[in-house]
């Protein structure tokens, strides 16, 4: 009888696990989509798309980033009234710096495969809220620096320029209509990869090496490569195996922990799975808002 029922346990345990593995995952699918919305109504508010981040070219670039400002979009201003965006976020005091405000953790930007609850990142000085999505981002070169020029940055959300930046002010600078290819055919978000060894381990720069999964609210250009909430949608390495994936370069790619896909989301607000193998042509024409090509969606 006990091997019987020891016989039963093993063959109803992985049906067990795959549908909780489902429900999660339906629960990350479910809160990308809220992030799609608050990019949207952000879009509606402001007229132009949320900027990746707030500053521009060093050393004028440790400011917030898009994170930071759909927080009313996602019923949570009173957490972007503790920020403050014209100042740096290494310029004390600024609340942004603040220990309250670095230990946040929102969770609609977390995905309940990788985590059970609030999580913080350690590694001065990049400790605080962490976040497992990350704008898609695509260049002619040097993808990370997003005060770039929009002929060099051909995603669709991008970060700020000098310009915007005069007077401590900041401004988006694509929009919508920028998305030439469309807005179904077009990703601007994804699922960033971490290494499971590294999560909560500060970012690019930490101690005991890099890593991927630091602050998100800010940002800094020339020291992080801005891994913490922009990835580059055609790296080499295509999109991450898994969550063992140890690769060089592992903190500028997109990945999930859900079993062989990464989910993205489409500027049209629709989510989609693609598998892990995805080939790079395929993930360059995603990420590209301007180059014109077609694609076949999984099925």
């Known amino acids: 009888m006990i091997a019987i029922?020891?016989?039963l346990v093993g063959l109803l345990l992985?049906?067990?696990?795959?549908?909780?593995?489902?429900?999660r995952r339906?629960?990350?699918?479910?809160?990308m989509r809220q992030l799609a919305l608050a990019v949207h109504n952000f879009a509606s508010a402001k007229d132009v798309l949320p900027p990746t981040h707030t500053g521009c070219a060093p050393p004028n670039d440790l400011y917030g980033t898009w994170f930071v400002v759909i927080l009313p979009y996602i019923e949570n201003n009173s957490l972007y009234q503790q920020f403050d965006l014209s100042q740096a976020w290494n310029a004390g005091p600024n609340p942004a710096a603040a220990a309250s405000i670095a230990a946040q953790s929102v969770k609609e930007y977390q995905c309940p495969t990788r985590r059970?609850?609030?999580?913080?990142?350690?590694?001065a000085p990049q400790d605080g809220g962490t976040g497992d999505y990350a704008a898609v981002s695509i260049a002619n070169s040097n993808y990370?620096?997003?005060h770039q020029s929009p002929d060099v940055l051909r995603s669709a959300m991008m970060g700020c320029s000098s310009v915007e930046r005069v007077g401590g002010r900041w401004a988006g600078r694509s929009n919508l209509a920028m998305i030439r290819d469309g807005t179904s055919r077009t990703a601007i978000i994804g699922e960033?990869?971490?290494?499971?060894?590294?999560k909560n381990k500060g970012g690019v720069g930490s101690p005991g090496g890099p890593s991927a999964d630091g602050n998100i609210f800010v940002s800094q250009q020339a020291g992080w490569y801005e891994s913490h909430s922009v990835r580059q949608g055609d790296h080499p390495n295509g999109i991450a195996r898994g969550s063992d994936d140890d690769r060089d370069g592992r903190w500028h790619t997109f990945g999930s922990w859900h079993p062989g896909i990464c989910q993205f989301v489409m500027a049209d607000g629709?989510?989609?799975?693609?598998?892990?193998n995805t080939d790079l042509t395929t993930l360059s024409q995603l990420s590209d808002r301007r180059d014109?090509?077609?694609f076949t969606f999984p099925e």
Do not use: M, Y
């Open 26 to 31: 339906g629960t990350c699918s479910n809160r």
């Open 5 to 7: 029922i020891g016989v």
């Open 292 to 294: 014109g090509a077609t």
């Open 144 to 146: 990370q620096w997003q």
């Open 116 to 123: 059970s609850g609030p999580q913080k990142a350690t590694g």
């Open 270 to 276: 629709a989510v989609r799975a693609f598998s892990v």
């Open 192 to 198: 960033k990869h971490i290494l499971d060894g590294e």
């Open 14 to 23: 992985p049906a067990v696990q795959s549908a909780r593995e489902a429900s």
